[in-house]
């Protein structure tokens, strides 16, 4: 806490902590100087005026004091010295005034008596208030003996208690023998004084133990007075009064209280009945704010009384026969209180200073003045002193001129005494607050900045904000006489450095202090209002704001408490959440989050809420034959309004277990009128529905048994069917046991022919839903009933409900029938209905049977196809024949159908369809492709539909980019299926179309593409040696480059592959397949069956067979032939074929172990390297090897190797494969392909005519005789040297 400053006109104001700012408090109090400056004693405790002690413990009188020096105490008693020393049962606390008495085993009452404690050092002498020690007592009731007190019924009575005189006074209560306490009512009440007052008495009061308690408060006794015996007789009780008091007596009273004290008012009045009171302030109103009744409204309490509660209190008692009124003039004496107490006072040598001592009281208090506990009058004179009343002017004040001033004033009801001390110093200006105290503060709240000093004379205080602003009294800014700052509304800019001076004559002192302001906490997301089903969760949020520099504390309560300690209750950083919600967590929930300088709060309901519970006492009034009322109490809805009651009754007799919904209510209603209905055993049970669900249902209703009667309803559903020919089946759905309305259930069964004279024929059965009638003729009209008959009569007359008898057979068949042929697919065939007797049932309509018997082009005899039929409903008599194939011979017959089944067939009718467009060809295939001709075949149509009469033919060619040429026609008879056509580019795909035709014109056409052979004589020139490039033996016939038209965009057309075949040799796997595609890498891919590894690939382009070697034998493998393109991201693949290598049998000898094999290939080696050796000089002889120059002079661009920026698909080099032998050249397209080096150098020329020159190339002649030749142009033509074969070996 800060020190408070003294001002000039001794004004001060308090200080606060050092975090938390509190409003500025104007209360006055002692001024305190720092305690290392010499000032006079201070009485800081001391015990209170009247103190009563227990003599089973210690006395202990407190005083305590301060001042520089530190004070000797001294004590009077009884106005005489106290020589405590000299007592060796009192002890006094060291560095204090405080007595310790021990009174055990002494007489306690030699201690009682007025004590006065003095404070004392060479500035003054401070001395406490008279403080009386008084010993408590609990005196023992005086033995006496009660007469038995009897009455007469009605009359008043007082039991009088009257404890012994106690200090303090004792609690009185009155209890019975079993020490219960009596009943006490606006009847029976007790006193303040004690008694036990009786309004009016009755028989019940007499009992032989009234027994008053005095409980004493210090000593914690309880005495009694003897029992009083009341009995209360009934011969000749009193009648009826008015009113009257019997406390206080009279019509007017009179009574004292003390200011500040507790006004008590009691009035007990008798009469019969027993009388309502009333209070009332005449000429005022009563303090409703101080003021409350007691003892059922006979005792008006006014707590703190102040002289304006003075006055004439009026009490009324009032009961049926009249009133009765009382006035208590209250009269407010007041002991001395305090106006302005003198306070402590610093002065400077040769200042001036004045002690006030404004007190009041009633009467007047009288004011004597004192000086270090000396009467002024009997002090030394000091003329610098001047004594006015209560005031005393101190004028000039010299050092050493220190004294401690009492002010006494007293009146009859009471004293006041201060001390007050005068203090002259010549002090230099001091700080009291610390230094570098920071301040903290939330924005827009006020800000208190302190700078307790202490001087003398005192300092005048300035502030300096950031050691450079002077800051002047003025808003925002006000600085208070005790030096604080105090910032009105504080905002961010108002932070920073504040700096306080004080200065005096004798110094000057400052102080640094802080203020830093604050981002408010603020709440963003409140908690919302939940309404939630018992057993769920409940999820609150509370998303706050706050400063950062700032600790936040978040704490959840319910109902203003703490939250439940219970698992259920999860609090999560910005949310509370309660699992399995049950009843008793409903109520309010509050998030508060805490700073250490501000919080902010919000709350929300819990409503939980759970299915009704069920209703109860369920009763049945209003019983009649037909209806009764049911009425029940609902249960509790848990927080969710009922919407509905379910009404639902038990069959006992017919049903008995199964509940049934009979009605619904709604769900403010608590009756219900049933409508109940004959020769039921009802039981009722209720279930309340809220928004939440069913209630359980209640308990079941007494039963209700309503009387038998005739029945109220027919069977439903009746219908009369045959069964077969001559019978009529009556059915019907039978009534339940709850509509039979009574015992002996039976069913009045009648019939009649439609439409014949005929009486009713009836029958009754029981206990069966249907009754056969036979004999019948076959499928008439038959009138129908069927009435629900019991032991009481029958029910109402039946509705009449037609049937038919049964069916039999059509017998007639369809007549004139006639066939219009529309087109080759489409015909209308038209009959003439059966007459409707024929039918011989319900006519459900016609069937037309037809079936192709052969085509107009066959011979007799061909395969018929499956019939067909074609239903038409109703009463028809045409039809559509859709479908139809063209060019054919049909048959068809009709047939009538009723529900029985179907009738004779007509008379077989055929008729022919016209021709129509053939289907398309069978197949068509391109054979042979050479440079610029190509080979087609293909079949006929599977189906003409007609006379065959051609073929139209359709071509044009397609390059690489998919663009379509244009189109050449040709026409071929019916008996052609072949053509060969020439005069087409080489290497160039073609796309064809072909399509059958009759005379009605062509059908469907079917497509396929194929691509010639790539000129190798172009790409690949043969080279003598010392000769230029020549002309192969059998040129190929020229071809004329013309500018083509414009090409159009097209798909591909047709398979990519056809047929793949595999077959084994000694070196392996030969795979070889039908390309008609134009793609640029094709691969030979294979797989070990049922691996999981990726497939390898071989590349095998412009060839149809390769050989796959290097298999494991014993192995499965799977292989496919695969396309691709770069511009075409599709890949085309052939089916899987499955290649099984066959195991090497283990009876066979594995030669590669075998030694001569080792030696001989050991020969053969040494002869290859002496060979190639023989080779390498020659070659080194023979000058330039010319074959490369001269193919990169003559390249065709068509087969230039693909670059990069060409598109390759890099994922299908097989880069182990096509890596360079070490030393080796590289050819001229970049790779050196594996079938290369597989093939034999023989494949490239005539029977073996290929040679190696004096240079070591390899000249061969070009052939277009094999085919393979054609469909290598891709591949490198640079024939291996021995040069690179040798370098293979390095």
């Given at each position: 806490m800060i020190h408070p400053i003294m001002d000039r006109n001794r004004k001060w104001m308090p200080g606060f902590g050092a975090v938390l700012l509190i409003l500025l408090s104007h209360k006055t109090s002692a001024l305190e100087v720092p305690l290392d400056l010499p000032q006079p004693p201070t009485i800081t405790l001391q015990s209170p005026k009247d103190y009563i002690f227990d003599p089973r413990e210690n006395i202990v009188i407190h005083c305590e004091a301060k001042g520089k020096p530190h004070p000797s105490f001294s004590w009077t008693r009884n106005g005489t010295h106290f020589d405590v020393e000299k007592d060796s049962k009192v002890l006094v606390k060291p560095g204090s005034?405080?007595?310790?008495?021990?009174?055990?085993?002494?007489?306690?009452?030699?201690?009682?008596?007025?004590?006065?404690?003095?404070?004392?050092?060479?500035?003054?002498?401070?001395?406490?208030?008279?403080?009386?020690?008084?010993?408590?007592?609990?005196?023992?009731?005086s033995k006496e003996r009660n007469e038995p007190i009897v009455v007469q019924m009605g009359v008043s009575l007082v039991l009088q208690c009257r404890p012994p005189a106690g200090l303090p006074p004792p609690v009185i209560f009155w209890m019975d023998n079993n020490f219960q306490r009596l009943p006490l009512d606006k009847r029976v009440s007790q006193a303040l004084n004690g008694d036990l007052y009786f309004s009016n008495v009755l028989p019940e009061d007499s009992r032989p133990d009234y027994i008053c308690y005095a409980r004493f408060p210090h000593t914690q006794t309880i005495q009694q007075k003897q029992p009083i015996s009341v009995t209360v007789l009934n011969k000749s009780p009193m009648g009826e009064r008015r009113p009257g008091f019997m406390t206080p007596l009279g019509i007017t009273s009179t009574q004292m209280v003390l200011r500040g004290e507790t006004l008590e008012l009691e009035c007990i009045a008798d009469g019969l009945p027993t009388p309502e009171m009333s209070?009332?302030?005449?000429?005022?109103?009563?303090?409703?704010?101080?003021?409350?009744?007691?003892?059922?409204?006979?005792?008006?309490?006014?707590?703190?009384?102040?002289?304006?509660?003075?006055?004439?209190?009026?009490?009324?008692?009032?009961?049926?026969?009249?009133?009765?009124?009382?006035?208590?003039?209250v009269t407010v004496k007041a002991a001395p209180f305090w106006v302005s107490a003198p306070r402590n006072l610093i002065l400077a040598p040769n200042e001036t200073g004045i002690l006030t001592c404004r007190v009041s009281g009633e009467p007047k208090p009288k004011i004597s003045w004192f000086v270090n506990g000396i009467p002024l009058e009997n002090a030394p004179v000091d003329h610098s002193r001047k004594v006015d009343g209560d005031t005393v002017i101190l004028s000039n004040v010299q050092s050493g001129s220190s004294a401690v001033y009492q002010c006494n004033a007293s009146n009859e009801f009471?004293?006041?005494?201060?001390?007050?001390?005068?203090?002259?110093?010549?002090?230099?200006?001091?700080?009291?607050?610390?230094p570098n105290r920071v301040y903290q503060v939330i924005t827009n709240n006020p800000a208190l900045l302190h700078c307790a000093s202490f001087g003398s004379p005192i300092p005048t205080i300035t502030w300096f904000k950031d050691s450079q602003t002077s800051i002047k009294n003025g808003d925002p800014f006000v600085i208070h006489e005790n030096g604080t700052l105090e910032i009105h509304v504080a905002q961010p800019l108002n932070s920073g450095k504040y700096t306080c001076i004080a200065t005096n004559n004798l110094g000057i002192k400052e102080n640094h202090v802080y203020l830093e302001v604050k981002e408010p906490t603020r709440i963003?997301?409140?908690?919302?209002?939940?309404?939630?089903?018992?057993?769920?969760?409940?999820?609150?949020?509370?998303?706050?704001?706050?400063?950062?520099?700032?600790?936040?504390?978040?704490?959840?309560?319910?109902?203003?408490?703490?939250?439940?300690?219970?698992?259920?209750?999860?609090?999560?950083?910005?949310?509370?959440?309660?699992?399995d919600v049950t009843d008793g967590d409903e109520g309010t929930y509050t998030c508060i989050m805490n700073t250490t300088l501000d919080q902010d709060s919000a709350s929300a309901m819990?409503?939980?809420?759970?299915?009704?519970?069920?209703?109860?006492?369920?009763?049945?009034?209003?019983?009649?034959?037909?209806?009764?009322?049911?009425?029940?109490?609902?249960?509790?809805?848990?927080?969710?309004?009922?919407?509905?009651?379910?009404?639902?009754?038990?069959?006992?007799?017919?049903?008995?277990?199964?509940?049934?919904?009979?009605?619904?209510?709604?769900?403010?209603?608590?009756?219900?009128?049933?409508?109940?209905?004959?020769?039921?055993?009802?039981?009722?049970?209720?279930?309340?529905?809220?928004?939440?669900?069913?209630?359980?249902?209640?308990?079941?209703?007494?039963?209700?048994?309503?009387?038998?009667?005739?029945?109220?309803?027919?069977?439903?559903?009746?219908?009369?069917?045959?069964?077969?020919?001559?019978?009529?089946?009556?059915?019907?759905?039978?009534?339940?046991?709850?509509?039979?309305?009574?015992?002996?259930?039976?069913?009045?069964?009648?019939?009649?022919?439609?439409?014949?004279?005929?009486?009713?024929?009836?029958?009754?059965?029981?206990?069966?839903?249907q009754f056969v009638v036979s004999g019948t003729p076959t499928y008439v009209p038959y009138e129908i009933k069927v009435q629900a008959v019991n032991y009481y009569g029958?029910?109402?007359?039946?509705?009449?409900?037609?049937?038919?008898?049964?069916?039999?057979?059509?017998?007639?068949?369809?007549?004139?029938?006639?066939?219009?042929?529309?087109?080759?697919?489409?015909?209308?065939?038209?009959?003439?209905?059966?007459?409707?007797p024929s039918v011989r049932g319900k006519l459900q309509g016609y069937k037309v049977y037809y079936h192709r018997e052969r085509g107009l082009h066959e011979t007799e005899g061909e395969t018929e196809q499956q019939e067909q039929?074609?239903?038409?409903?109703?009463?028809?008599?045409?039809?559509?024949?859709?479908?139809?194939?063209?060019?054919?011979?049909?048959?068809?017959?009709?047939?009538?159908?009723?529900?029985?089944?179907?009738?004779?067939?007509?008379?077989?009718?055929?008729?022919?369809?016209?021709?129509?467009?053939?289907?398309?060809?069978?197949?068509?295939?391109?054979?042979?492709?050479?440079?610029?001709?190509?080979?087609?075949?293909?079949?006929?149509?599977?189906?003409?539909?007609?006379?065959?009469?051609?073929?139209?033919?359709?071509?044009?060619?397609?390059?690489?980019?998919?663009?379509?040429?244009?189109?050449?026609?040709?026409?071929?008879?019916?008996?052609?299926?072949?053509?060969?056509?020439?005069?087409?580019?080489?290497?160039?795909?073609?796309?064809?179309?072909?399509?059958?035709?009759?005379?009605?014109?062509?059908?469907?056409?079917?497509?396929?593409?194929?691509?010639?052979?790539?000129?190798?004589?172009?790409?690949?020139?043969?080279?003598?040696?010392?000769?230029?490039?020549?002309?192969?033996?059998?040129?190929?016939?020229?071809?004329?480059?013309?500018?083509?038209?414009?090409?159009?965009?097209?798909?591909?057309?047709?398979?990519?592959?056809?047929?793949?075949?595999?077959?084994?040799?000694e070196d392996g796997a030969v795979i070889s397949w039908d390309y008609f595609g134009h793609h640029k890498n094709v691969y030979v891919e294979y797989i070990v069956e049922n691996s999981k590894e990726d497939w390898k690939k071989e590349l095998v382009n412009g060839?149809?067979?390769?050989?796959?070697?290097?298999?494991?034998?014993?192995?499965?493998?799977?292989?496919?032939?695969?396309?691709?393109?770069?511009?075409?991201?599709?890949?085309?693949?052939?089916?899987?074929?499955?290649?099984?290598?066959?195991?090497?049998?283990?009876?066979?000898?594995?030669?590669?172990?075998?030694?001569?094999?080792?030696?001989?290939?050991?020969?053969?080696?040494?002869?290859?390297?002496?060979?190639?050796?023989?080779?390498?000089?020659?070659?080194?002889?023979?000058?330039?090897?010319?074959?490369?120059?001269?193919?990169?002079?003559?390249?065709?661009?068509?087969?230039?190797?693909?670059?990069?920026?060409?598109?390759?698909?890099?994922?299908?080099?097989?880069?182990?494969?096509?890596?360079?032998?070490?030393?080796?050249?590289t050819p001229s397209n970049g790779t050196v392909r594996r079938d290369e080096s597989d093939d034999s150098l023989v494949d490239y020329g005539e029977g073996g005519d290929g040679q190696f020159n004096e240079d070591g190339s390899f000249i061969g002649q070009y052939s277009g005789k094999k085919e393979k030749d054609t469909h290598e142009g891709n591949e490198s033509s640079e024939a291996p040297s021995p040069v690179n074969a040798m370098n293979s070996f390095v």
């Open positions: 005034g405080t007595l310790v008495i021990d009174i055990s085993g002494e007489k306690a009452e030699a201690y009682e008596g007025t004590y006065q404690c003095t404070a004392h050092n060479e500035h003054g002498t401070a001395v406490s208030n008279n403080i009386v020690i008084r010993q408590s007592r609990s005196p023992l009731w209070w009332q302030k005449d000429g005022g109103e009563l303090p409703s704010s101080r003021m409350s009744f007691h003892n059922f409204k006979k005792t008006l309490k006014i707590s703190d009384v102040n002289e304006a509660d003075a006055g004439d209190y009026r009490c009324t008692a009032t009961n049926s026969l009249g009133t009765a009124h009382h006035i208590i003039k009471g004293y006041l005494m201060a001390n007050a001390f005068v203090n002259v110093l010549a002090e230099a200006p001091r700080v009291l607050t610390p963003l997301k409140q908690p919302e209002y939940k309404v939630v089903q018992k057993g769920m969760s409940a999820v609150f949020e509370c998303k706050v704001k706050h400063d950062p520099s700032l600790v936040p504390t978040m704490t959840w309560l319910k109902d203003d408490g703490e939250l439940p300690d219970d698992e259920r209750f999860d609090v999560d950083t910005d949310s509370l959440t309660i699992k819990l409503t939980v809420v759970e299915k009704p519970d069920p209703p109860t006492d369920l009763e049945l009034t209003d019983q009649t034959e037909r209806s009764v009322q049911l009425t029940w109490i609902p249960g509790d809805e848990h927080n969710s309004p009922t919407q509905k009651f379910l009404i639902q009754y038990e069959d006992l007799l017919h049903q008995p277990g199964v509940w049934i919904n009979l009605t619904e209510v709604a769900g403010t209603s608590t009756t219900a009128q049933l409508n109940l209905s004959p020769h039921v055993y009802y039981s009722f049970r209720v279930l309340a529905v809220n928004h939440v669900g069913y209630s359980q249902p209640s308990q079941p209703s007494s039963q209700y048994r309503t009387n038998p009667a005739a029945p109220d309803e027919n069977p439903s559903d009746v219908q009369g069917v045959g069964a077969e020919p001559g019978n009529l089946v009556i059915s019907w759905t039978p009534l339940t046991g709850f509509q039979s309305n009574g015992p002996n259930l039976e069913y009045k069964v009648q019939w009649r022919q439609k439409d014949v004279d005929n009486e009713w024929s009836s029958e009754t059965v029981a206990n069966v839903s029958s029910g109402p007359e039946p509705e009449v409900v037609i049937g038919y008898s049964g069916e039999d057979l059509p017998l007639s068949a369809p007549e004139s029938v006639q066939v219009m042929v529309h087109n080759s697919t489409l015909a209308e065939v038209h009959w003439e209905p059966v007459s409707f039929v074609l239903t038409f409903s109703g009463n028809r008599s045409e039809g559509r024949l859709p479908g139809l194939q063209p060019y054919s011979l049909y048959n068809l017959s009709i047939r009538v159908l009723n529900s029985k089944g179907e009738g004779p067939p007509s008379p077989s009718k055929t008729f022919e369809t016209p021709e129509g467009v053939p289907g398309p060809p069978s197949f068509l295939n391109v054979i042979n492709p050479s440079l610029d001709s190509l080979t087609l075949e293909w079949g006929p149509p599977m189906n003409n539909n007609g006379r065959l009469a051609g073929y139209t033919l359709k071509y044009q060619p397609v390059n690489n980019t998919n663009e379509l040429g244009p189109v050449k026609v040709m026409t071929f008879l019916a008996n052609e299926t072949t053509t060969t056509l020439g005069n087409l580019n080489s290497s160039m795909l073609y796309k064809f179309y072909l399509s059958a035709k009759t005379i009605k014109g062509s059908g469907p056409i079917i497509t396929e593409e194929a691509l010639t052979v790539m000129d190798t004589a172009r790409t690949q020139p043969t080279v003598e040696t010392g000769k230029g490039p020549t002309e192969p033996p059998h040129p190929t016939s020229p071809t004329t480059q013309s500018p083509h038209p414009p090409f159009h965009k097209a798909p591909p057309v047709g398979p990519v592959f056809g047929k793949v075949n595999a077959s084994l040799s060839s149809h067979s390769h050989m796959i070697k290097g298999l494991k034998p014993g192995t499965s493998y799977r292989v496919r032939v695969v396309a691709r393109d770069p511009a075409d991201l599709t890949v085309h693949s052939t089916d899987e074929v499955s290649v099984l290598v066959p195991a090497v049998p283990s009876r066979q000898v594995d030669i590669a172990t075998q030694g001569w094999f080792i030696g001989l290939m050991c020969a053969i080696a040494l002869l290859i390297l002496v060979l190639l050796i023989v080779c390498f000089i020659k070659r080194n002889k023979g000058g330039k090897y010319p074959v490369k120059e001269k193919e990169d002079a003559h390249q065709d661009p068509e087969i230039q190797p693909m670059k990069e920026d060409d598109g390759t698909f890099g994922e299908y080099s097989d880069t182990e494969d096509h890596k360079p032998l070490k030393g080796s050249r």
